[in-house]
């Protein structure tokens, strides 16, 4: 694990399985339709059961930078916050705004639910193709601003699946608690 404490709260990187996380609740890399997919969207919608696909289909989808919440079901989080990506392309197509505007949105709706613990994996950074190192530092420097204002959540748990994903992740947030 490496951690980054921002006052009384932190940053967690840690390498596992986001359905494992015991948190108040997980956000889901998830499509448009919300109706599950493939990588971290499958996981989620399995481990979740039936109940979470019906009820996402009354959400009528989601758009690229926002964020829809659903309970948990058979998850041990409460809730599960459902975050729609941009696909990368060449870096030059507003990605970063709204790689940025989809974890803004996901904290926000976190602080109007007053939850206090939640855990992220690395959006877009999958079948999205988003470059894993610009996607965690736009990642860690919105979640890290965010824990610098008033908010309600005080452990921000970043999940990784693979050992390569954790290392990269872990240098990237050392970098940040460096930076002046």
Not at 18 to 40: F, H, P, S
């Amino acid at each position: 694990m490496s951690s980054l404490q921002i006052g009384a709260r932190s940053i967690e990187c840690i390498q596992g399985n986001i359905v494992d996380e015991r948190v108040d609740a997980i956000v889901n890399a998830a499509n448009r339709k919300l109706q599950g997919g493939g990588g971290v969207d499958g996981a989620i919608h399995a481990a979740a059961g039936p109940g979470l696909v019906e009820e996402c289909r009354k959400l009528g989808g989601c758009a690229t930078g926002d964020a829809k919440i659903t309970k948990g079901h058979k998850l041990a989080a409460k809730w599960i916050i459902h975050a729609v990506g941009p696909v990368y392309s060449d870096g030059k197509s507003g990605e970063a705004e709204l790689l940025r505007r989809t974890y803004l949105r996901c904290l926000q709706i976190a602080k109007d639910r007053g939850i206090i613990t939640i855990a992220f994996p690395a959006i877009s950074t999958g079948i999205y193709r988003y470059p894993l190192r610009e996607a965690a530092k736009i990642a860690f420097d919105t979640i890290a601003a965010h824990l610098e204002a008033e908010t309600t959540i005080t452990t921000v748990r970043y999940i990784l699946w693979t050992r390569d994903a954790f290392d990269e992740h872990a240098e990237i947030l050392q970098m940040i608690r460096r930076a002046p």
